[in-house]
């Protein structure tokens, strides 16, 4: 289940076709106060016929007025081709212009478990995918061949990235890395000296930031030395 929050709703995003008794297959808004489904739908959503007729949305993320939905089985929304990810005008539910880049109609940054939208960025990362496009246009930005990994996080102007077993991240920007390393935005997106020792091939699973920590979590039995 992917959610998405503001004060007034609850985005849900999963597999599921029913809420409350009544066909809403995908994607619902609830209150978040009573938790009550809330008289908002979506554009249709298509899956890949590969992946059956419900389209399974992985990852959710909100950022002004839009809300961003990932998901490795979506082919269409509303009629229009979008591969993986696509954006919504949070308030009535329909297509935005936004597309993430393609080539020959699939998407070049593959598919989309994960969404971080910060910066004028859009963070993404699946199971064989990543990318970071430019939040208005879509187009992909420089730092998308320079760096890579799974899970992000934000705490002011730096981004925290981490790679897994199989989206790791050895480098970024050419500084060795393993699975962990910060970008920050005041300086334009450059790498920063925060460089975990931890051992090479560390899954890092998630993380969360705030202004004096980063919370790690993965298949690691022992913290990095200070």
Known sequence: LALAASKQRVYAGGDFRNVGGKAHP???????????????RPS????EPLFGPIVDIE???????????G????KSVGGKPRDSIAALDAQSG?????????????????DVATIL????????????????TNEQTGALDPLDHETGGYRFAVSGDIVYLAGNCRNSL??????????????????GGRVTRWAPNIAKYTCVDDLAAGPDQVIVAGSFTASPPN
């Open 26 to 40: 995908s994607l619902v808004v609830l209150s978040p106060r009573s938790g009550k489904l809330l008289p908002w």
């Open 94 to 110: 329909r297509l935005t212009p936004w597309t993430a880049p393609q080539a020959h109609g699939r998407s070049l940054i593959g």
């Open 44 to 47: 249709k959503l298509t899956a």
């Open 117 to 132: 939208v910060t910066h004028g960025r859009v963070f993404t990362a699946g199971h064989d995918g990543f990318g970071i």
């Open 59 to 69: 990852a959710l993320a909100l950022d002004r007025g839009r809300l961003f939905i």
């Open 71 to 74: 998901s490795d089985g979506l």
């Open 170 to 187: 050895s480098a970024v920007e050419g500084q060795p890395r393993y699975n962990l390393a910060a970008l920050d935005f005041a300086a």
